[in-house]
């Protein structure tokens, strides 16, 4: 069963910086290319980024909000995704999921619980 | 950037009854790269549909959807008291390439 569990979520103030991990289990993690999404409270989803595996070059790509501020690594040997958050603005609040994407990188097919990230003086 | 328009804002419907949800892109949608979710208060989005068309692993086949280039539609037949729920339309560009999602559609009870 695939299962992926976010971790790391917190208060931090505007500024500040903080690392999100997304554990997964239940599939070959090294082969995955992987998205982190998040949903402000109350709002709806926002695409953050995506990681590719390995084998096409573990490059990632970023939406405009986020670029320069956020990078997305991987560890392979642990199975682990990380979401690097620094200089954290209050428009960052919001749910964190980490997806497992499928079908050329269209579609999140399998979701985290989300953690929840909260930026506030 | 295409930009996702869903329709309408909130659904009022009662079990049994057919749910359709509308999804509207400012361009065409490369290769039909389309996918719908569905999301319950307090938990993650679940893929329904990719491909436009295609529904994902353990999905119901009342679950279906269909359209191209720039409008989509999802189709929820006989409603049952769990598809009460938020749905989200999300398109893939890959020219850019990035993930957008439409504002979401509120399937709620009448």
């Known amino acids: 069963e695939v299962q992926l569990v976010e971790s790391g979520g917190d208060l931090v103030k505007p500024g500040g910086s903080l690392r999100l991990s997304c554990a997964a289990s239940?599939?070959?993690?090294?082969?995955?290319?992987m998205s982190w999404v998040r949903q402000p409270p109350g709002k709806g989803l926002e695409w953050v980024g995506r990681?590719?595996?390995?084998?096409?070059?573990?490059?990632?790509d970023y939406a405009a909000p986020v670029k320069g501020r956020f990078t997305i690594s991987r560890d392979d040997s642990t199975n682990t995704l990380y979401l690097q958050m620094n200089s954290l603005k209050t428009e960052d609040t919001a749910v964190y999921y980490c997806?497992?994407?499928?079908?050329?990188?269209?579609?999140?097919?399998?979701w985290g619980q989300g953690t929840l990230v909260t930026v506030s003086s | 950037e295409i930009a996702l328009t869903q329709s309408p804002g909130t659904l009022s419907l009662s079990p049994g009854e057919r749910a359709t949800l509308s999804c509207r892109a400012s361009?065409?949608?490369?290769?039909?790269?389309l996918a719908w979710y569905q999301q319950k208060p307090g938990q993650a989005p679940r893929l329904l549909i990719y491909?436009?068309?295609r529904r994902a692993s353990g999905i119901p086949d009342r679950f279906s959807g269909s359209g191209s280039g720039t409008d989509f539609t999802l189709t929820i037949n006989r409603l049952e008291p769990e598809d009460f729920a938020m749905y989200y339309c999300?398109?893939?560009?890959?020219?850019?390439?990035?993930?957008?999602f439409g504002q979401g559609t509120k399937v709620e009870i009448k």
């Open positions: 999300q398109q893939f560009d890959n020219s850019v390439p990035t993930w957008t």
């Open positions: 361009q065409s949608v490369t290769s039909n790269y």
């Open positions: 491909a436009a068309s």
């Open positions: 997806t497992t994407t499928f079908h050329s990188d269209s579609a999140g097919s399998n």
């Open positions: 990681i590719r595996s390995k084998a096409a070059g573990a490059t990632a």
């Open positions: 239940g599939f070959t993690f090294s082969t995955v290319w």
